[in-house]
């Protein structure tokens, strides 16, 4: 029998992480809205994290965009990470909640 002390650290631990990934990807967004309208220096600290971020990131993006491709200029696949995310954590908090009442 699995410690539902462990369980629980185990649930929020994963919650935690899935956030973290999502106040991310709103960064990473507002970040590249800035840099569409500003367009910072190139070798600025400011670039150096978005070109990090988005090489980690737009793969991502480009996965969903095979699923919803970019409707009249808009580009749905941040919103289906997002639900992605979302429905990870909804399927943890359910499966957490079974195996705490076993």
Same mark, same amino acid.
């Given at each position: 029998?699995?410690? *539902?002390? /462990?369980? #629980? =650290? $185990?649930?929020?631990? +994963?919650?935690? $992480? ?15 809205? +800035?840099? $569409?309208? #500003?367009?910072?220096? @190139?070798?600025? @600290? ?6 990090? $971020? ?5 793969? #991502?993006? @480009?996965?969903?965009?095979?699923? &919803? ?10 919103? &289906?990470?997002?639900?992605? +995310?979302?429905? /990870? *954590? =909804?399927?943890?908090?359910? &499966?957490?909640?079974? &195996?705490?009442? +076993?």
């Amino acid at each position: 029998m699995i410690n *539902q002390q /462990i369980l #629980i =650290y $185990l649930y929020y631990g +994963i919650s935690s $992480l899935l956030q973290s990934v999502a106040v991310i990807l709103i960064a990473y967004i507002m970040m590249g809205w +800035i840099v $569409l309208g #500003i367009q910072p220096k @190139t070798n600025s @600290t400011f670039m150096k994290i978005y070109m990090f $971020l988005e090489e980690r990131i737009e793969p #991502i993006f @480009t996965y969903c965009r095979q699923f &919803l491709p970019p409707i009249m200029g808009l580009d749905f696949s941040p919103f &289906l990470v997002f639900l992605a +995310i979302e429905g /990870i *954590q =909804y399927l943890l908090g359910l &499966l957490f909640r079974i &195996l705490l009442s +076993i």
